[in-house]
């Protein structure tokens, strides 16, 4: 399948899969013009690297994770000692973002803290603040 064709299966644009391509996520033949073309497989494959970015992996992250990228993700993963790389780079994941929800969180009570109308359950910041 063509590049055009590939992104409309996959919800997703040509410029990602290009993207995806140069990063060594995904492969592509070229036809005799030069025309990327993709294998029916191809689709999972995208689709599981879209998943798997809007979870919070990077790039960098799915690229340990190609060995899995071409079946069908478990919504739940089972431990497998034999994935045990896989879950380190998950651990590294969800402790960054822990770090980052906490400055964020430490500056949003600081914002609130200096202009407490922000906080107001209610909805009326827009009229406590005028």
């Given at each position: 399948m063509l590049i055009g064709e590939l992104a409309a299966e996959a919800g997703t644009t040509t410029r990602a899969l290009r993207y995806y391509e140069e990063q060594g996520l995904l492969e592509s033949d070229?036809?005799?013009?030069?025309?990327?073309?993709?294998?029916?497989?191809?689709?999972?494959r995208v689709r599981n690297i879209r998943e798997l970015l809007s979870c919070g992996l990077t790039v960098e992250d799915v690229k340990s994770l190609l060995a899995y990228l071409d079946a069908d993700l478990p919504k739940v993963l089972s431990y497998s000692p034999l994935c045990a790389d896989g879950y380190g780079v998950g651990a590294q994941r969800v402790a960054q973002l822990e770090e980052r929800?906490?400055?964020?969180?430490?500056?949003?009570?600081?914002?609130?803290?200096?202009?407490?109308?922000?906080?107001?359950p209610d909805g009326t910041a827009d009229e406590q603040a005028a």
């Open positions: 070229r036809t005799t013009a030069g025309y990327r073309l993709y294998e029916p497989g191809a689709v999972r929800i906490a400055i964020l969180t430490e500056l949003r009570d600081s914002l609130v803290h200096r202009m407490p109308w922000l906080a107001a």
